[in-house]
């Protein structure tokens, strides 16, 4: 196995199985046949047709598009679809710093392939023993990667809260971290990536975060989203990320990129022009989108 297996676990896409998602003419997201299907039930809501699914025209403000589309939604909750309901709602716009032109519950948004948005903070350690980062294992309740291995701190973005803001909010809820430690993370670029998942199309943009945390400092879980904290050498970090799947699919990308920011991952390795072009170009596979 190798570290490209994990890039191409964020490169997974067919392009011929999916249609438009279109809003005010603009395609905002991608949306697979058999839910296009599913969707042409609701004519009221959504114009669905061969080139693409549309919301209607009748639909004006942002409101009404929200509203209208909530309540198919529900329908379909009702009959046992996405059954990893969060009640957060997050935007559909045409870029992270465009005004939403109506905003869905976090659950449904793989189905209709629309941006996501996350924030992930690599929380690590460097003293005589090298350099060590605190790893959280996921709660076997959590609805995506259950018991899987992640970052000390990562959470999505709803509507409604700055990035900085919700790296805050999630650092004391997930790790026990204070205010003022939390704000000595600083950012370091972002994660883009375009794969199918079980839940559906993930197209993401990850907002990353480095934070070098004292000795003294252990995280402690306070939400009940993780079970338990790990402090390893980076070394056994990148030698598991390479030899098995036991990290969140994305959380092994941006421990990737640290890899690489950091010099742990270097010219000497075999790996590294692919990844370090891949991170940067946002291209994961030959089966990326351009």
């Known amino acids: 196995m ?10 997974r896409f067919s392009p011929q199985l999916y249609r438009p998602f279109i809003i005010e003419g603009h395609p905002l997201g991608r949306i697979r046949d058999n839910f296009a299907n599913t969707l042409s039930a609701y004519p009221a809501v959504f114009d669905v047709h061969d080139a693409g699914v549309a919301l209607t025209q009748v639909l004006q403000t ?9 309540g198919v939604l529900e329908d379909l909750r009702g009959q046992g679809m996405f059954p990893g309901w969060r009640g957060e709602h997050y935007p559909v716009s045409e870029s992270y710093y465009a005004a939403p032109l109506l905003t869905i519950e976090r659950a449904t948004v793989p189905m209709f392939g629309t941006m996501g948005y ?4 690599n929380g690590y350690v460097r003293d005589r023993n090298g350099l060590r980062m605190w790893i959280g294992k996921r709660s076997m309740q959590k609805q995506t990667g259950p018991g899987k291995l992640d970052q000390i701190v990562a959470g999505g973005l709803p509507v ?7 790296l805050i909010k999630e650092c004391g809820e997930e790790a026990g971290m204070s205010i003022a430690l939390a704000k000595t993370a600083h950012s370091v670029g972002t994660i883009s990536y375009l794969t199918e998942r079980t839940e559906g199309l993930r197209h993401d943009v990850l907002f990353n975060y480095d934070v070098e945390l004292p ?5 402690t879980p306070a939400d009940g989203e993780v079970d338990d904290f790990y402090l390893w050498p980076i070394e056994e970090i990148m030698e598991r990320i390479r030899e098995t799947d036991d990290f969140k699919f994305n959380a092994a990308l941006v421990i990737i990129d640290f890899a690489v ?17 891949a991170l940067r170009l946002g291209r994961f596979s030959a089966t990326k989108v351009r």
């Open 2 to 11: 190798s570290l490209i297996d994990r890039l191409d676990e964020c490169a």
């Open 62 to 70: 942002i409101d009404e598009k929200t509203a209208a589309v909530a």
């Open 118 to 121: 996350g924030v992930h903070l």
């Open 160 to 166: 409604g809260i700055s990035v900085r803001e919700n």
């Open 215 to 219: 000795a003294a400092f252990k995280p």
């Open 261 to 277: 920011r950091h010099g742990v991952l270097t010219p000497d390795d075999s790996e590294y022009i692919v990844i370090a072009e």
